[in-house]
C-alpha cells in the first residue's frame, strides 16, 4: 500500500514540474481512493466482502473526447471467517479455525487494467472502461512470531465499467471528479460460474501536463 501511495504521489509531483516548465503532453495523472463493494453471488460476498480501495491512472489524449491509459488499483478487503480461509485447504480451515485469534489475516486484490475515457469538453461528466488482471492475495500470519504460514495470490481477468461526474478549476491543470465503476471478474468455480460482481465509488485528483 505505501509503496503505490508513494508511486502515486511521485507521478503527481513529476507532472506537475512538466507543466510548470515545459508545454502541455497531452496526459493526465490521477491519484484517487473509495470504497469497493462485492454484489454478487452470494460466495463471492462471503468471500471477498467489502472493503476500501486507493489507486491511480496515468492517461494519455489521443482524441479532443478520448484518452487511453494504465490503471492500477490497491483493494484491502474487511476480514471476515471467509476471507480468512477460502483459499485454504479443508484440513487448514479446520485448525486456522480453531485458532484464529492467533493469526494476522490479510486480504488484498490488485487490479492492473488497459483503460479507456471519454470526457465531453462541454459536459461535466465522463465514462471510461478497463480490462486487465485483478491479483488477489491472501496472507496468514502468527500474531506473536510474525512468521507466515500462508501466503498465496491467484489471478483472474476483469474489468470495468464507470461514470461520474467532474470538476476542472479555472486557470489551473488541476481537475477532480467523484464516480463509480462496476467491475466484473471471471472465475473457475462452478459455483460462480458467472463471475464475480463488485462495485467501487470513489473519488479522485487529476493532473494534466
Known amino acids: ?13 513529476l507532472s506537475s514540474s512538466v507543466f510548470a516548465f515545459g508545454p502541455s503532453l497531452g496526459m493526465q495523472a490521477e491519484l484517487r481512493g473509495g470504497g469497493y463493494l462485492t454484489l454478487s453471488p452470494k460466495e463471492a460476498r462471503n468471500m471477498f466482502g ?35 480461509f477460502a483459499d485454504l485447504s479443508p484440513e487448514l480451515q479446520d485448525e486456522f479455525e480453531a485458532l484464529a485469534d492467533d493469526f494476522d489475516i490479510e486480504f ?22 478497463g ?16 512468521a507466515t504460514l500462508y501466503d498465496e ?25 467523484v464516480g463509480v465503476r462496476y467491475h466484473m471478474l471471471k472465475v473457475d468455480d462452478s459455483a460462480m460460474d458467472k463471475g464475480i460482481k463488485a462495485l467501487s465509488a470513489e473519488a479522485g485528483v487529476r493532473l494534466n501536463f
Not at 482524441?63 to 471467517?81: A, H, Q, Y
Not at 495470490?153 to 471528479?177: E, I, M
Request: proline content about 6%.
Open 1 to 13: 500500500m505505501k509503496r503505490i501511495v508513494f508511486v502515486l504521489l511521485t507521478i503527481l509531483f
Open 50 to 84: 467489502n472493503g476500501f480501495l486507493i489507486g491511480g491512472s496515468l492517461r494519455k489524449s489521443v482524441f479532443p473526447m478520448i484518452k487511453v491509459g494504465i490503471s492500477v488499483d490497491r483493494i484491502t478487503l474487511s476480514e471476515n471467517s471467509a476471507v480468512q
Open 108 to 129: 488484498a486484490t490488485t487490479p492492473l487494467c488497459l483503460e479507456i475515457m471519454l470526457e465531453p469538453p462541454v459536459l461535466p461528466l465522463y465514462a471510461h472502461a
Open 131 to 146: 480490462y486487465g488482471i485483478y491479483k488477489s492475495t491472501v496472507t496468514v500470519k502468527d500474531q506473536d512470531s510474525g
Open 153 to 177: 495470490s491467484k489471478t483472474r481477468w476483469g474489468g470495468f465499467v464507470g461514470a461520474g461526474t467532474k470538476l476542472g478549476l479555472p486557470l489551473l491543470p488541476l481537475s477532480f471528479r
